[in-house]
């Protein structure tokens, strides 16, 4: 067997290695303007539980404008429906605190989020829920997260 032919299962190996982490950083990659053109597309689950149906009306009252209908994001904020919002990386209580203190930008290029002091805890269970559901809908899972 000629030396190029022995190599051939590692050049295959390290391909599949190179194509499979090509395909995780693409889907990481949701670019500012992306989001301006409308979101990223979202499957739309086909039923939210009554809790969930509760978080969409306060979500699309307070957090849409930004975030997007169906949290798909917008050019004033980024979707939700994306991996970095998975519980490992942005567990519940991130949704309280942001709305409570508001969020420095940091993940994205959007600009500060301000505070929503009129969401209440209640609506923002509510929201929590609504946001899962839409996450799950789309094959986004708890992911431990590792930096
Ligand atoms: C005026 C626009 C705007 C509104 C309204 C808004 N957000 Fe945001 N939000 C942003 C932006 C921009 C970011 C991204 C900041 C970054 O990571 O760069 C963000 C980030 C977040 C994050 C991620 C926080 C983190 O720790 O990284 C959460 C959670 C969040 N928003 C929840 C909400 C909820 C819940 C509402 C409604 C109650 C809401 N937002 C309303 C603009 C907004």
Known sequence: MSKRMENLPKVLVIGVLVLGAGSIASRMLVTKSDAA???????????????????????????????????????????????????????????????????????WNFGDMPAQPQVGDADLDAIVAYVRELQHANGIFYQEHRM
């Not at 209908?69 to 970095?84: D, E, L, R, W």
């Not at 949704?95 to 969020?103: E, L």
């Open 37 to 107: 053109a409308g979101g990223v597309r979202v499957i739309i689950p086909a039923r939210l539980s009554a809790k969930a149906q509760v978080g969409k009306v306060a979500f699309d009252a307070n957090c849409g404008q930004c975030h997007g209908a169906n949290a798909a994001g917008t050019g004033n904020g980024p979707p939700f429906v994306h991996p970095i919002y998975n519980p490992g990386h942005h567990p519940d209580a991130a949704f309280f605190q942001a709305a409570h203190q508001g969020v420095p930008q940091h993940h």
